[in-house]
C-alpha cells in the first residue's frame, strides 16, 4: 500500500525486536543496564560494531520505539529523544557550532530559548545576531563564514509570526548554513518540515506530542538534507559518515557527554500521546478558529491575532506550510491589564495555567509571567504587550469554550 497517513504509520509501527508475550504496545523499560552473554560482545556493542542498548542515559529500547515512530512518520535520517525542548535545541547547536561562531535568530522566540542563546551560550562564546526573519532580504546582510545556522520557530509566540520557510531554506542553502526550525507549535502532522527544506527540526514534545501534558521532553529530527562538509566542525566525520554525521556526533558525543536524556517513562508516556496527536491537533486547530471568530466578533474585544484569521498577515503563508491549521494559540487585547486580570479570574473553565497544547484551554498573561524577567524595551521589542491575552486552545467543546469567555467578559462592563 503507498500514501500511509501519519495516524496509521503511528499505530502500526513495528517493534525493532519482537515482543516475547505478543504485547501490541510496546513494552515500558523501566531499567538502567543491559546485560551480554559475554565479554567479546559486551566489546562488540562498546565498539559500536554490534549495536545494542547498553546503558540508558545513552540509548534504552522505549525511548527508541518513540524515535522509531517519528522516523516512520517524518522519514528522517536521523531520531534523537531527549529530557526536555530545551535539551533539543541547546544539544543540536552545541553540535553544529563552536566559540567564535554565530547564529542568525530573530528576537521573537520562546523566552528560554532566548536565554539560551542571549547568555548561557554567549558566554561559551557563541555569537547570536538577530533579525526580522519575515523579512528574509535581510538576512544574507548578516551571514559570514563563521555562520553556521539559521534558527527560527514556525509560528512565534506570543506574536503568532510565520516566516517563509522556503524563502529561509533558499537562503540557508546558497550559503552553506543550515536552517534548524523550532516546530513546537507545529509538529510532525501538522508540518513537513522536510518538504519546506528544514535541515534539523527540534521541537518540545512537552506540548502537542506528550498527549495532553503528561511529560517533559523533546525531539531532534535531521532531515538529511545538508551536506555535513560543509559544516565547519562536523566536516572531517562526514567523509566518513555522511548523512549520518550529525546524529553520529550527537550520540557519541554531545547527548552522551551533556546527559539530558528521556526517562523512559516519559518516552512510553509520550509514544501513547503521539497514537492520538492527528486527532487532538484537528480538534484544537477547529477550535482555535472558532473562538478566534467568536472574539473578533465581540465588542470587549480590541484585537484578535491568529493566523488563521483572513486579516492576519500570516494567512496565506500560514495557510501554505501549515494545511490549513495554524496552530491552536491565539492571543488578543483587552483595554488594559487590569482588564485582562479581572477577565481572567472569572473563567471557571479556561484554567489560568503557563502551557501548550494541553488537552485543557489554558490562559496566560504573558507580559507580566513568562516575559516578567525583561525590561519594558526589551518586552515592546519582543511584541509583548500588557494588554496581550494568550489563549491555548485545547480539545474540550467550542461550545463551552465560547460560553466561558463570553460570561467571563461580564465583568468587564
Ligand atoms: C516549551 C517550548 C520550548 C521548551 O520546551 P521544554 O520541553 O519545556 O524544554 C521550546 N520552544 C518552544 C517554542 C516552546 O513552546
Known amino acids: 500500500?503507498?500514501?500511509?497517513?501519519?495516524?496509521?504509520?503511528?499505530?502500526?509501527?513495528?517493534?525493532?525486536?519482537e515482543d516475547p508475550h505478543g504485547s501490541l504496545h510496546a513494552p515500558l523499560y523501566e531499567n538502567v543496564a543491559f546485560e551480554f552473554k559475554n565479554a567479546e560482545e559486551l566489546e562488540l556493542a562498546f565498539q559500536g560494531k554490534k549495536p545494542s542498548h547498553m546503558y540508558s542515559r545513552i540509548s534504552n529500547p522505549t525511548i527508541e520505539h518513540f524515535e522509531q515512530r517519528i522516523k516512520a512518520v517524518t522519514g528522517a535520517v536521523g531520531v534523537l529523544a531527549l529530557a526536555s525542548g530545551m535539551a533539543a535545541i541547546s544539544?543540536?547547536?552545541?553540535?553544529?557550532?563552536?566559540?567564535?561562531?554565530?547564529?542568525?535568530?530573530?528576537?521573537?522566540?520562546?523566552?528560554?530559548?532566548?536565554?539560551?542563546?542571549?547568555?548561557?551560550?554567549k558566554d561559551w562564546g557563541l555569537e547570536t545576531r538577530y533579525a526580522d526573519l519575515t523579512k528574509p532580504e535581510t538576512i544574507p546582510g548578516l551571514i559570514d563564514g563563521k555562520t553556521r545556522a539559521i534558527f527560527l520557530e514556525t509560528i512565534t509566540?506570543?506574536?503568532?509570526?510565520?516566516?517563509?520557510?522556503?524563502?529561509?531554506?533558499?537562503?540557508?542553502?546558497?550559503?552553506?548554513?543550515?536552517?534548524?526550525?523550532?516546530?513546537?507549535?507545529?509538529p510532525p502532522y501538522l508540518f513537513p518540515a522536510k518538504e519546506f527544506g528544514v535541515d534539523i527540526e527540534v521541537l518540545s514534545s512537552t506540548k502537542w506530542i506528550s498527549g495532553g501534558a503528561t511529560s517533559v521532553g523533546g525531539l531532534i529530527i535531521d532531515h538529511g538534507l545538508y551536506d555535513w562538509k560543509k559544516n565547519e566542525k562536523l566536516r572531517s566525520d562526514a567523509v566518513k559518515?555522511?548523512?549520518?554525521?550529525?546524529?553520529?556526533?550527537l550520540r557519541r558525543e554531545v547527548y552522551r557527554n551533556i546527559g539530558a536524556c528521556l526517562a523512559p517513562h516519559n518516552a512510553y508516556l509520550q509514544s501513547l500521546g503521539l497514537e492520538t496527536l492527528p486527532l487532538r491537533i484537528d480538534a484544537?486547530?477547529?477550535?482555535?478558529?472558532?473562538?478566534?471568530?467568536?472574539?473578533?466578533?465581540?465588542?470587549?474585544?480590541?484585537?484578535?491575532?491568529?493566523?488563521?484569521?483572513?486579516?492576519?498577515?500570516?494567512?496565506?503563508?500560514?495557510?501554505?506550510?501549515?494545511?490549513?491549521?495554524?496552530?491552536?494559540?491565539?492571543?488578543?487585547?483587552?483595554?488594559?491589564?487590569?482588564?485582562?486580570?479581572?477577565?481572567?479570574?472569572?473563567?471557571?473553565?479556561?484554567?489560568?495555567?503557563?502551557?501548550?497544547?494541553?488537552?485543557?484551554?489554558?490562559?496566560?498573561?504573558?507580559?507580566?509571567?513568562?516575559?516578567?524577567?525583561?525590561?519594558?524595551?526589551?518586552?515592546?521589542?519582543?511584541?509583548?504587550?500588557?494588554?496581550?491575552?494568550?489563549?491555548?486552545v485545547g480539545i474540550e467543546d467550542s461550545r463551552d469554550l465560547i460560553a466561558d469567555l463570553e460570561q467571563a467578559s461580564e465583568g468587564l462592563r
Open 284 to 392: 484544537a486547530c477547529a477550535n482555535t478558529l472558532k473562538i478566534a471568530e467568536f472574539l473578533r466578533s465581540s465588542s470587549w474585544v480590541k484585537t484578535v491575532n491568529y493566523p488563521g484569521l483572513k486579516e492576519s498577515p500570516f494567512y496565506a503563508i500560514a495557510r501554505a506550510q501549515f494545511a490549513g491549521k495554524p496552530g491552536a494559540i491565539l492571543t488578543f487585547d483587552l483595554a488594559s491589564k487590569e482588564q485582562c486580570f479581572k477577565f481572567m479570574n472569572r473563567l471557571q473553565w479556561i484554567r489560568r495555567a503557563t502551557n501548550l497544547h494541553d488537552n485543557r484551554t489554558l490562559i496566560l498573561h504573558p507580559a507580566s509571567t513568562i516575559f516578567c524577567e525583561y525590561e519594558p524595551a526589551l518586552k515592546e521589542e519582543m511584541g509583548v504587550r500588557e494588554t496581550s491575552i494568550r489563549l491555548a
Open 157 to 186: 509566540n506570543p506574536q503568532l509570526e510565520v516566516a517563509d520557510l522556503r524563502a529561509l531554506s533558499k537562503i540557508a542553502k546558497e550559503r552553506n548554513i543550515l536552517l534548524i526550525v523550532d516546530t513546537t507549535t507545529t
Open 1 to 17: 500500500m503507498k500514501n500511509i497517513q501519519f495516524i496509521t504509520k503511528i499505530l502500526h509501527a513495528k517493534f525493532s525486536k
Open 91 to 121: 544539544n543540536s547547536v552545541l553540535t553544529v557550532a563552536k566559540a567564535q561562531d554565530n547564529i542568525i535568530t530573530s528576537k521573537h522566540l520562546f523566552g528560554n530559548t532566548y536565554s539560551l542563546f542571549q547568555q548561557t551560550l
Open 241 to 249: 559518515l555522511g548523512p549520518f554525521t550529525f546524529i553520529n556526533r
